[in-house]
């Protein structure tokens, strides 16, 4: 098995710089080192290995934003974004795969990545209100913010010009305007007071 993840984490470097059309078999093989027969071994296909990397990416990136339980919300709410972030940013490469992948309109790659975005909410969703069983407006008001994290993630790997602290406040206060609308419209699903830290 030690062989399949030195084979992921070369995959992940591989999709995150060139398209997935653009990579051959071939070319995976020569970059890996490995005879191409390998990868059909452990994967079955290009396709097979693109998911199994895109799928590995997941675990980690979720693990990493998992807020831990034991905490009150608010600092659970602090720790899943920092997990997130701190993944985005030591892990670029696979955060890309993850967020923008590397294949067209593949409903497989799609519905990896839309577990994730749920994934987070649900996470968010029990920091802010303690509970993973939300309302479709409350649902729907925590993944619009998590869309818009996606892309100011991208964006801040590429060009980090804040500190990950900094990121992380305004992303925490993004997201406490989200919680706000989200109870103006459904009072059901109140804001959680304001932190009273930024650290």
Known sequence: MARRAEL????????ADTSYDALSMDDIARQARVAKGLIYYYFGSKRGYYL?????????LVASAAGSLQLPAVDRVHRTIDGYLRYAEHHQAAYRTIVSGGVGFDTEVHAIRDGVREAIVTAIAEGAYGRG????LARMGLLSWVCGVEG?????????RLSRDTMRQLLVKTL?????????????????PPARRDG
């Open 133 to 136: 069983d939300i309302s479709p």
């Open 52 to 60: 199994a990397i895109i799928q590995d990416s997941v675990v980690d």
């Open 8 to 15: 992921i984490a070369i995959g992940r470097k591989l999709f």
């Open 176 to 192: 406490g305007g989200a919680l706000r609308a989200v109870e103006e419209l459904d009072p059901a699903h109140p804001a959680p």
């Open 152 to 160: 100011a993630t991208l964006d801040w790997i590429d060009r980090p």
